[in-house]
């Protein structure tokens, strides 16, 4: 979000290559804006190629129409989630079924046609508490070389191993001594679960759940028997954009 005055300015992408629904989803910010009292910016696209090719991350919000001509709303979200992992993506749709695809390119959420302005406020107003849980926090990591300072957003998981701990992040793997208990303790109060004993995931990049193992930044981690029930409910919390 943009600073402007003193407050935050909420900056909302717009695409969809049908004007009239372009039009109505317009208008309909414009009433969530006035409702809720929030500044909300929007700039509009009319097909997913106009902001994918040239993708800026400046903005908060992507409501994306998934069919368009030049180039499909899931292929756009594809090219904007390898600039920009904290950008929340609502697709906009004919079908439910493109829901599950969604997952995929970590979309909030979907609406679909034909739009209520109801429904499309419920899910701005997701959007917008998935916004805020993602403005970035960074905490600090003491290791062998040095003192580190890391971006809450930029750390995948937290593995032990022995005395150690293992921290997987953007800019690589981090060892330091410690103790998972220690690692829960850093991140109480944060969107992090245990998914076994070894693994203390950072529920912002659980991309999927199949069977027995979650998918974290494209790595694949078994849950214990005894934690898979309480890591569900925490990446539900986590989804529906409930506090923990």
Do not use: W
């Amino acid at each position: 979000m943009a600073e402007k005055g003193g407050y935050k300015v909420i900056r909302i992408a717009l695409v969809e290559d049908d004007r009239q629904y372009r039009t109505q989803l317009n208008e309909y910010i414009t009433r969530y804006a006035a409702a809720s009292g929030r500044e909300i910016c929007v700039t509009q696209f009319s097909d997913g190629d106009e902001i994918a090719l040239r993708y800026k991350a400046e903005y908060d919000i992507i409501l994306m129409d998934i069919e368009m001509i030049f180039m499909d709303g899931m292929t756009a979200a594809e090219e904007i989630r390898q600039k920009d992992q904290d950008v929340v993506i609502i697709f906009i749709t004919n079908s439910p079924q493109y829901a599950i695809k969604g997952y995929a390119v970590d979309a909030l959420d979907y609406v679909l046609k034909p739009v209520s302005y109801f429904a499309f406020s419920q899910r701005l107003e997701r959007a917008i508490a998935r916004m805020k849980r993602r403005e970035e926090k960074y905490f600090t990591l003491t290791t062998r070389d040095g003192t580190h300072r890391i971006a809450y957003s930029h750390l995948y998981y937290v593995e032990s191993g022995g005395h150690d701990l293992f921290y997987h992040t953007a800019e690589g793997v981090l060892q330091t001594t410690g103790s998972m208990r220690e690692a829960e303790n850093q991140f109480a109060g944060e969107h992090f679960a245990r998914c076994n004993q070894c693994y203390l995931i950072n529920l912002q990049h659980a991309e999927a759940v199949v069977e027995d193992e979650v998918v974290v930044h494209g790595e694949k981690l078994r849950f214990s028997r005894s934690r898979k029930k309480s890591f569900l409910e925490a990446l539900n919390r986590y989804f529906a954009g409930e506090s923990k």
